[in-house]
């Protein structure tokens, strides 16, 4: 655990907190923390900061927070993503997390199953932890906003301006497509990129149509068709280089 992640409600008026769960046990049984030791916190969606060890006792650890004054950017990458298998999603969420995706929507496709969307790993209670793992593996607090679709076209000719921007740079994984992802956000710049990566068995056409007739460039990775999990780390991997690349030039 590289961050450790407290919540608003956490903190006392003093700016203390007080941890008795999964994090506490990590402090005292891995990294053997005692009192005047300092461990790096953060404010889920707020700043980083440095929490000193106050006491420790019968498995409870009292921190005093100490936060800087800026709240780290959301990262500028949003993903929609067509619902892939529970088992594939469930171990996507600390993925993304930890990738860096300001907002993730799951949204039906023809090659979904249906009954995929009745999984409770859909539930915010299944994947908050998740995320919140993500995030305290990478040292980030801005959880993803996530939202769920099962219509796609409703999604994306309907809502998907207000929930993403209609200024987002928009790329579609197809496999076999020529231009690669540096390529598309090195010829046309933008603050933040908006990435569509369907099914295993992929979009089909229509479902592609739509995506390009409202403002996707279809990118590859080559002619391999991959599976979700591998695909999402891949190419948010590719656009979050491209788009460091872009702001160093």
């Known amino acids: 655990m590289n961050l450790f992640l407290l919540e608003p409600h956490e903190l006392s008026s003093a700016g203390s907190a007080q941890l008795a769960d999964h994090r506490a ?18 404010l889920l969606d707020g700043p980083v900061g440095t929490g000193t060890v106050m006491s420790t006792s019968d498995g409870t650890v009292t921190l005093r927070c100490d936060f800087a004054s800026a709240v780290p950017p959301r990262p500028a990458v949003d993903l929609l993503l067509a619902l892939p298998r529970p088992k594939v999603l469930r171990r996507l969420w600390a993925q993304l997390a930890a990738l860096g995706v300001g907002r993730i929507m799951l949204t039906n496709a023809a090659r979904v199953e249906r009954n995929y969307f009745d999984t409770h790993v859909l539930t915010p209670a299944c994947y908050g932890p998740l995320l919140v793992e993500g995030l305290q593996q990478a040292r ?20 998907l301006d207000g929930l993403s921007g209609d200024g987002a740079r928009r790329l579609v994984a197809q496999p076999g497509a020529p231009t690669t992802v540096a390529t598309c956000i090195r010829q046309h ?61």
């Not at 046990?25 to 953060?42: E, N, P, S």
């Not at 607090?141 to 999604?155: D, E, K, M, Q």
């Not at 591998?230 to 948010?236: D, G, Q, V």
């Open 25 to 42: 046990a990590h402090l005292l049984q891995v990294l053997k923390v005692d009192t005047g030791d300092t461990v790096r916190i953060g």
């Open 140 to 159: 980030d607090t801005r959880l993803p906003v996530v939202s769920i679709h099962r219509r796609f076209t409703a999604l994306v000719e309907d809502e």
């Open 189 to 249: 710049p933008a603050a933040r990129v908006l990435l569509a990566v369907g099914p295993e068995g992929g979009w089909n056409d229509h479902e592609v149509e739509r995506l390009t007739a409202h403002g996707f460039t279809p990118v590859g990775m080559g002619p391999r068709t991959l599976r979700s999990d591998t695909a999402c780390i891949s190419l948010l991997t590719l656009v979050h280089a491209a788009l460091g690349a872009d702001r160093v030039q």
